[in-house]
């Protein structure tokens, strides 16, 4: 069977270009012999992570994140860089998705699973000091980063109009990147 990917980014504005790359991603994985599904963050809104709020219940939205990282093989990040570091949405999602859920720990829902990391930004770095930032974050909750991660820089101008990259070394790197993350799931 084709190893399943939950794809998603960091971002849940409309004109995010982490969710354009995320979404290149997820088209590249299946072209390379990955399932992946996208998932944008911005359909499923959770409350910013808070014990009391926990304590009356998990999120509805909160649990169909869980059940669709636990329908999935690995994951692909792509994430945006805020003051060097990862989005809040972010954060909060993956504080979310750790917390228990019913018997089943929720770090046991990212328990050795893969993970492909990528980030976009217009800026000249591309968003690669936000890189290490989600690694660490990835690492502690249990999940297999694949390295190495890819940034994007001048990612405004970086796609085309069928939201291919424009720079064939880019478009490689991320086909690379892809191919990895699939083999690390079979
Ligand atoms: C940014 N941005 C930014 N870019 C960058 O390359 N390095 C950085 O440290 C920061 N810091 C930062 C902080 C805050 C609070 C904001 C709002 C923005 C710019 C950021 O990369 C840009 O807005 C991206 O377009 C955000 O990602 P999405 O939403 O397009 O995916």
Known sequence: AQPKVMVFAGSA???SLNKRFAKLAAERLDVLGGAATFVDLNDYPCPLFDEEIEAQGTPENVLKLREL???????????PEYNGFITPLLKNTLD???RPHGDTPGLALFAGKPAGLIAASPGGLGGIRALPVVQH???NLNLVVIPPAMSLPGAADAFDDNG???DEAKAQQLDALCLRLIKAMR
């Open 13 to 15: 504005r409309v004109g």
């Open 69 to 79: 990282l636990a329908e999935h093989d690995g994951v692909l990040i792509a994430s």
């Open 96 to 98: 979310w998705l750790s």
């Open 137 to 139: 974050l990835l690492h």
């Open 164 to 166: 291919a990259l424009k």
